[in-house]
C-alpha cells in the first residue's frame, strides 16, 4: 500500500506529477482515491431496443466511420449488431476516426437523440470489445474528480489492472471478527466494488465499509485520548457553594433545570484533579453563558484563573459585556484582548470599564490580577512575539464558544506547570446524539434540552413571493423593529439556469427600489472584520432598519430588536444553519417571524422546508436533514478529520451506533495490527 506511484507499472513521470496534483502519492493513495459519483450505463440492449432520450449502452460492430470537417470537428460512425443500426456522433474529437477502425467490436453507453434527419447516439463512452471485462461501458462506470490531463477513463484503466493483480494481496485492516459480527466487506473486496460495482448494493455495501471503518477509528482515537487525559493531573476546584448561590440569586430569572443540572455536572468534573474535558451543547438562545459564568465564579473564587475563547471580535465583545453585567458586584477583574485597539479591564468594585493598553492588559493577566480574560482563540494562543505572549498566573478553566476542538497541547502551554486546566466548550450546533457520542467520545456531554420559559416561538412560513415578506417588512419596521435578508450569494452569479440572489444586488434593489424611505445595510464575508464589526454594531444600536447579509450572521450576536429573519433561496441551507439564522430573532419579548423563500419544487426541499415551520428544536432539525441529506451542512467538515464520502454517506444513524459499540468492543487495543492502524490514522489526521 506504501508503494510510492513511481513504481506503479503504466504510470509514467508525466502522470506520476499530475497525480500528485489529486494528492496521490501511493498506491494505497490510489486505491482509497474513491469515485465521487457513478453512472449507471449498465442497461445493455439491442439497437433495435434503443430508447429515445435515454442512456442506453450497445454492442456492435463498426460498419463506417468518418471526421467532418466543418466549425468543429464531427466523427461520425455506423454501429451495427444482429438487430439494427445506429449512427453515432462525437464532436471535436478528431483523432477518434484513426483510432477506430471499421470491423473493430465496440461498447457504447450515451444518450440517443433524435432530430429531423436521424436518431443518433451523441458523444458516447465507448471501449472495443476485448476478451477482457468492460470498465467504460455497459456496465456501472466510476466517475472520478479530474484534474488537467488525468480523465476518470485513464483512472479505470489503471486501477483496473493495478486492482485485478494484487486484489488478493489486500491485507485486512480491521480485526476479522469485526468484519464478522457487523456484516462487512473485507477490505479487498471493498476496494474493488467501490471502484467496479456490479450493482447498487455494491456501492451501498462498499461505502457502508469505509464509512464504518472511518468511525470506528475515530472512536477509538477519542477513547485513547480520554484515557490519556484522565492520568494528567488538573487543578482541583472546590464547590463554592454560598458563592454560586448568591450569584444565582443575582440572576433577573430563575435557571431551567437542565441549566442547573448542567452547571452542576461541570462543576463536578473540576472539583476532580484530572482535567474536565466536557462538551456544553445547547440550542441557540437556550442560556449556555450563565452556565459557564458559574463555572468562571466557581473557579475564581478558588482563585484560579478563567480564559473565554470565540471565534469572533464581535461575540468576545459580547461575552466581555454579558460577563462584566453578571459579574460586576462579585468583585472581579475581567479583562478583554481585541484587536489593535480596544482594551477593557473592569476595575473591581467599580460599575465601569475603563481601556487599558495591551502591554498592561498582559501583566496584569500574567501577575494573575486579570481574573477572566476574554478573547479570540488566535489572540490567545497565537501571539506571534514574545513579550506579546499571553501567560497566565495559573490557569483553571479554559471556556470556548463555537469551537469544538482544542488540543491538549495548547491546554497546557496555557496552563500552570505540570497541570492542565479544565476545558469546557460551548456549541449551538444541533448534531443528534448518536452522532455526538462517537464523533466527540473524548467529550462528556451536558445537553441543555429545553429553552428558558416565555420564549415565542418564531412564527415560520413558507412563501414564493417576495412580495408578501416585503410589505410585512414594512409594518414591521414602522413598529421600530428591524429585519434581516439573507442571500446564498455575494455577488451575482450564473448558477445553471437559475439566478441565485445575492448580497450585493439584493441591497440594491431593497435600498433603491423596495425601501427607499428605510435604511437598508449590507454585510459580508469580503468586508474586514473591522467593517463587519461597526456594522454589526450600528444594526445592535438601531442606526438602519434592514440587514442584508451572507451566512455571516449565523454565529452570533443579540439583536433583540430584530423581529423578521427573511431568508432567500432557503433550500440552498441546510436545516441546521436556517435554525441558526431564525435563531437571530425572537431573542427579545417580541414576536418574531421568519419567511422562507424558496422556488424549488424538489420533493425533498419542500420537506426540509416544512420541517422548519414545524419544529423549533434544533437536534429534531438537525436530524430529519440527517436523514434526508447527510451531516455535511452541519458540521465543519475539516475539524472532523472525515473525508467527504464519509460525510456524505452518513446518513443512517444506524452505522454510527454500530461503529461505537465495535470500538467500545475492542478497547483497549491489544491486537497489534489494529494498534499499528490506529497509530497511523491518528498520525494522518495530524498532518492534514
Ligand atoms: P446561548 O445558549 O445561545 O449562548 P445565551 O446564553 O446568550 O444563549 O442566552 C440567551 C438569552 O437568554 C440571554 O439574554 C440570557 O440572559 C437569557 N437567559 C438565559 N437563561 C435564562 C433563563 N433561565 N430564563 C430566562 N432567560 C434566560
Ligand atoms: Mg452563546
Redesign the pocket.
Known amino acids: 500500500m506504501k508503494t510510492p506511484v513511481e513504481n506503479i507499472p503504466n504510470i509514467g513521470p508525466i502522470y506520476q506529477k499530475r497525480l500528485k496534483k489529486l494528492k496521490i502519492k501511493t498506491l494505497g493513495d490510489f486505491l482509497y482515491n474513491f469515485p465521487r459519483d457513478y453512472k449507471d450505463f449498465s442497461r445493455v440492449s439491442k439497437i433495435k431496443d434503443i430508447k429515445i432520450n435515454e442512456v442506453n449502452s450497445i454492442s456492435g460492430t463498426i460498419k463506417s466511420i468518418e471526421e467532418e470537417k466543418r466549425k468543429m470537428s464531427i466523427v461520425r460512425a455506423l454501429i451495427e449488431d444482429d438487430t439494427a443500426s445506429i449512427e453515432v456522433v462525437w464532436f471535436n474529437q478528431p483523432y477518434l476516426a484513426k483510432s477506430l477502425k471499421i470491423g473493430d467490436k465496440i461498447m457504447l453507453s450515451g444518450k440517443v437523440r433524435i432530430n429531423r434527419y436521424s436518431v443518433s447516439m451523441v458523444s458516447p463512452a465507448f471501449e472495443k470489445v476485448s476478451s477482457k471485462e468492460n470498465i467504460h461501458t455497459g456496465r456501472i462506470v466510476p466517475i472520478y474528480s479530474e484534474t488537467k490531463g488525468i480523465t476518470s477513463k485513464w483512472i479505470r484503466y489503471v486501477l483496473k489492472s493495478i486492482i485485478d493483480k494484487i486484489k488478493n494481496k489486500i491485507p485486512e485492516t480491521l480485526p476479522e471478527e469485526i468484519i464478522k459480527n457487523y456484516n462487512l466487506l473485507p477490505l479487498p473486496k471493498a476496494i474493488e466494488k467501490i471502484h467496479f460495482p456490479d450493482s447498487n448494493e455494491d456501492i451501498i455495501q462498499a461505502q457502508r465499509r469505509f464509512v464504518f471503518e472511518q468511525l470506528f477509528l475515530i472512536s477509538l482515537l477519542n477513547m485513547k485520548k480520554r484515557e490519556e487525559l484522565r492520568k494528567e493531573s488538573a487543578p482541583a476546584i472546590p464547590i463554592n457553594l454560598p458563592v454560586i448561590k448568591k450569584f444565582i440569586n443575582s440572576l433577573p ?4 433545570p437542565a ?1 442547573k443540572k448542567c452547571s452542576w455536572q461541570i462543576i463536578k468534573d473540576m472539583e476532580r484533579n484530572f482535567p474536565m474535558n466536557r462538551l456544553l451543547q ?9 452556565v459557564s459564568a458559574i463555572a468562571a465564579i466557581n473557579t475564581v473564587k478558588a482563585k484560579r484563573q478563567v480564559v473565554l475563547m470565540a471565534p469572533t471580535e464581535i461575540l468576545t465583545k459580547q461575552h466581555f459585556k ?1 460577563f462584566f453585567n453578571l459579574l460586576k458586584n462579585f468583585n472581579i477583574n475581567i479583562g478583554l484582548l481585541t484587536g489593535k485597539t480596544d482594551l477593557y479591564y473592569s476595575k473591581k468594585l467599580k460599575n465601569d470599564t475603563i481601556e487599558i493598553s495591551r502591554k498592561k492588559l498582559l501583566e496584569k493577566t500574567e501577575k494573575g490580577e486579570i481574573d477572566i480574560l476574554i478573547g479570540t482563540q488566535a489572540l490567545i494562543t497565537q501571539t506571534k512575539t514574545k513579550e506579546n505572549k499571553v501567560k497566565f498566573n495559573d490557569l483553571g478553566l479554559i471556556i470556548i464558544d463555537e469551537q469544538h476542538r482544542f488540543g491538549v497541547k495548547q491546554r497546557a502551554a496555557l496552563s500552570p506547570k505540570n497541570k492542565i486546566a479544565h476545558l469546557l466548550s ?1 456549541t ?1 450546533t444541533p448534531i443528534p446524539r448518536t452522532l455526538t457520542l462517537t464523533i466527540w467520545s473524548d467529550l462528556d456531554l451536558s445537553i ?1 434540552d429545553t429553552l ?3 420564549r415565542k416561538k418564531v412564527k415560520t412560513e413558507i412563501i414564493d413571493e417576495e412580495k408578501t415578506a416585503y410589505s410585512f417588512i414594512r409594518k414591521e419596521i414602522k413598529k421600530g423593529h428591524q429585519a434581516f435578508v439573507i442571500c446564498p450569494r455575494i455577488e451575482a452569479e450564473e448558477d445553471e439556469k437559475i439566478i441565485v440572489k445575492s448580497v450585493i444586488a439584493e441591497y440594491e434593489k431593497l435600498s433603491n427600489v423596495v425601501f427607499p424611505d428605510l435604511k437598508v445595510n449590507m454585510l459580508h464575508g469580503k468586508m474586514t472584520p473591522k467593517e463587519k464589526d461597526k456594522i454589526m454594531r450600528d444594526f445592535k444600536n438601531k442606526k438602519f432598519d434592514i440587514l442584508v447579509s451572507t451566512s455571516v450572521v449565523e454565529v452570533g450576536i ?1 439583536i433583540p430588536n430584530a423581529t423578521v429573519m427573511m431568508i432567500e433561496g432557503a433550500d440552498r441551507f441546510g436545516l441546521a444553519q436556517l435554525h441558526q439564522f431564525r ?1 437571530r430573532v425572537g ?1 427579545g419579548k417580541k414576536q418574531s417571524y421568519c419567511f422562507l423563500l424558496t422556488e424549488s419544487k424538489s420533493k425533498t426541499t419542500i420537506e426540509r422546508m416544512k420541517a422548519m415551520t414545524k419544529y423549533d428544536s434544533g437536534f429534531k432539525l438537525s436530524e430529519i436533514d440527517l436523514k434526508l441529506r447527510g451531516p455535511g451542512d452541519f458540521m465543519g467538515k475539516r475539524q472532523w478529520g472525515i473525508p467527504d464520502f464519509v460525510m456524505s454517506s452518513l446518513n443512517n444513524l444506524e452505522i454510527i451506533k454500530e461503529a461505537r459499540s465495535a470500538s467500545e468492543e475492542v478497547f483497549p487495543v491489544t491486537n497489534e495490527k489494529l494498534k499499528r492502524r490506529l497509530e497511523a490514522f491518528e498520525e494522518k489526521l495530524h498532518l492534514e
Open positions: 430569572f430563575e435557571l431551567t441549566q445547547g440550542d441557540v438562545g437556550s442560556g449556555k453563558t450563565v454579558t460551548m449551538a441543555i428558558p420559559k416565555g443579540d435563531g431573542r
